[in-house]
């Protein structure tokens, strides 16, 4: 939370996030990224003690995930990582954090003064 109130900004790449475990995600990505989402609607940012706003960058054939209590699934209109730097760029003046392990996306996001977790950061 920032010193005004504001719940942080927590911004997953879903697709990446995903990726990070061998667990069969690809053989069926949109149930996939639907375990991803309820994992982050149950568990949210683990060691953030504070209020924190979750969206689930989702992008091909994960589009159709539908948000739940917790979690707002926003599907990219095209690459996922230009929408999540966009999504970053809109919210300059709130804490901002992106969950991803992709390296020149985590150089895109902290120039524009985010922070960066690996896929850990919210997968426990």
Same mark, same amino acid.
């Given at each position: ?7 942080? %900004? !927590? ?6 996030? @995903?990726?990070? /475990? =061998? ?6 990505? #949109? &149930? ?23 969206? %689930? !960058? ?6 159709? @995930?539908?948000? /739940? =209590? ?6 990219? #209109? &095209? ?46």
């Amino acid at each position: 939370m920032d010193d005004d109130g504001t719940p942080l %900004l !927590v911004i997953v790449d879903g697709a990446n996030v @995903v990726g990070s /475990v =061998p667990d069969g995600w690809w053989r069926d990505r #949109p &149930a996939a990224a639907r375990r991803l989402r309820d994992h982050l609607a149950t568990n949210g940012l683990p060691g953030h003690p504070g209020p924190v706003e979750i969206i %689930l !960058v989702v992008e091909g054939a994960s589009r159709d @995930v539908e948000p /739940v =209590p917790g979690v707002h699934v926003d599907p990219a #209109p &095209a690459d996922g990582d230009d929408h999540i730097v966009t999504l970053v760029a809109t919210a300059p003046t709130r804490p901002r954090l992106v969950i991803t392990a992709d390296r020149e996306l985590r150089r895109r996001v902290t120039e524009l003064g985010a922070k960066v977790a690996g896929p850990r950061a919210v997968r426990g």
